[in-house]
């Protein structure tokens, strides 16, 4: 793996740029008159939901859309892999012409999905995004229902992303991949209690000399990578119900249970019980088959996950304390890891079959 594919310790990569700048971006990009403009949260991208209350000079845009759109400046890092970029937006259309509703990319008015535009923290990628309306997933009422649906939709969705092709996913590279857990000890100094380290040092251990030499055997194909609260929109009719999937910057060729371990992990943190992990397991087993091999791993992998987590939010933190996104899983996650790891991996795998085996009867 190259250096540069990564982002390394000390590196700052977050673009700096105030909404003034943004609403000029979006005028002289799309032609969009900016009327509102809000800051979305984002890990090391500048997101801003804005309502435009006039076109011009952009026939790609028919309508001004009512719900708004998502403009995206992209980190410096990411911002030069351009490939990825044109093959997400690829990604984007084949899944709205299947079925999942996700955010539909906006052409500027030179026809192109993204534009490289210099900002004051360098060259970054800018792009626009039809905004999907919804409540997200992390400001909902939670039901075991709702679990459930999240560990179905999630199987339907890697269903659809088997049709998808594009070879640049075998070759996208990001610290949030699960193999790269291992990289780990290089931000471990952003953890100050030495207790918390020496936590994390034995998951990554484990995971390195359990995991890593199966990962041959496992099940593999494009995945969302990061199945999280803040990337679900849910709706409301006589319950919540999971409406839309946003955010595809982590997908990336990689194994089915990273994918099932990447959404039980969020799962399990928003709820701050690690039961729900049963309901998730259910809702996913409804789909797919989880071979013997995955459930021999999956505790490893959710701890592995909390620990990324964990430790790039610290990290990320250091270099911008007032983004408290970044911190947002260091409420639960602590708790959850270390309630996980003194659980022998038998015994929680057999309770979550037993949810799956009751659930709905």
């Known amino acids: 793996m190259e250096n540069g594919d990564v982002l390394q310790p000390g590196l700052s990569i977050r673009p700096i740029i105030n909404t003034d700048c943004v609403k000029d971006l979006v005028r002289d990009l799309y032609g969009l008159e900016v009327e509102k403009i809000n800051e979305l949260n984002g890990y090391d991208d500048k997101n801003y939901h804005v309502i435009g209350k006039n076109c011009t000079d952009n026939d790609n845009i028919k309508e001004v859309r009512r719900d708004g759109y998502v403009v995206k400046i992209i980190n410096r890092l990411d911002s030069q892999k351009t490939d990825f970029f044109n093959a997400q937006t690829n990604l984007l259309i084949y899944l709205g012409k299947n079925g999942v509703i996700c955010p539909k990319p906006v052409k500027t008015k030179s026809s192109e999905f993204y534009v490289l535009k210099k900002i004051p923290s360098g060259e970054h990628l800018v792009r626009l995004l039809e905004y999907v309306d919804g409540e997200m997933f992390c400001k909902v009422t939670l039901s075991n229902k709702l679990f459930y649906d999240a560990g179905h939709y999630v199987a339907k969705l890697d269903q659809i992303l088997k049709n998808f092709d594009d070879p640049v996913y075998k070759r996208y590279k990001s610290l949030w991949q699960m193999e790269n857990i291992i990289k780990l000890p290089e931000y471990l100094f952003a953890i100050k ?56 910057g982590d997908s990336h060729f990689s194994c089915y249970l990273y994918e099932l371990a990447i959404c039980i992990t969020y799962m399990i943190l928003q709820g701050g019980n690690i039961d729900v992990g049963g309901y998730v397991l259910a809702g996913y087993t409804a789909v797919r088959t989880v071979p013997d091999i995955e459930y021999s791993l999956l505790k490893i992998c959710i701890e592995g996950r909390i620990c990324q987590s964990l430790v790039l ?6 270099d911008d304390p007032s983004n408290t996104y970044l911190l947002s899983t260091q409420e639960n996650g602590w708790k959850i890891l270390n309630e996980l790891t003194r659980i022998p991996d038998s015994v929680l795998i057999e309770k979550w079959k037993n949810t799956v085996k009751t659930y709905g009867k």
Do not use: C, M
């Not at 040092?201 to 041959?216: G, W, Y």
């Open 193 to 248: 209690d030495e207790t918390k380290r020496k936590t994390v040092e034995t998951v990554i251990n484990h995971f390195k000399n359990r995991v890593l030499p199966q990962s041959a055997k496992l099940e593999k194909g494009l995945i969302h990578g990061d199945f999280n609260e803040q990337n679900i929109i849910t709706k409301k009719n006589e319950d919540w119900s999971i409406y839309a999937i946003l955010d595809f």
């Open 313 to 318: 939010g610290a990290y990320s933190a250091l």
